[in-house]
Nanobody, 117 residues
Framework: QVQLVESGGGLVQPGGSLRLSCEAS????????MGWYHQAPGKQRELVAA???????NYADSVKGRFAISRDNAKKTVYLQMNSLNPEDTGVYYC???????????WGQGTQVTVSS
């Protein structure tokens, strides 16, 4: 059974930082590209950061220079370091694992991040 379990969300003041973690089980983690998605209230889920199996990263323009994605294959965990948070970053953050061949995609249950004073 595949599981992606996110943690690290919470309430933070504007300008603050959080570090999200997503631990995978039931998959060969090193074979999967990993991503973090953000779903703001009333909006669609959007990709904010992704990391390939080789460690290449890409970011949404809105988070470049503020967020950093990383992975630890030995711990089967992907991280999202979020700095300089603003209220627009509020929402649920989902972890995603994706493999091109054979095609497979998995999602975590999400973790809530609230940026508010």
């Amino acid at each position: 059974q595949v599981q992606l379990v996110e943690s690290g969300g919470g309430l933070v003041q504007p300008g603050g930082s959080l570090r999200l973690s997503c631990e995978a089980s039931g998959i060969i983690f090193s074979l999967y590209a990993m991503g973090w998605y953000h779903q703001a209230p009333g909006k669609q889920r959007e990709l904010v950061a992704a990391i390939t199996t080789s460690g290449s990263t890409n970011y949404a323009d809105s988070v470049k220079g503020r967020f950093a994605i990383s992975r630890d294959n030995a711990k089967k965990t992907v991280y999202l370091q979020m700095n300089s948070l603003n209220p627009e970053d509020t929402g649920v953050y989902y972890c995603n694992a994706e493999r091109v061949y054979p095609k497979s995609t998995y999602w975590g249950q999400g973790t809530q991040v609230t940026v508010s004073s």
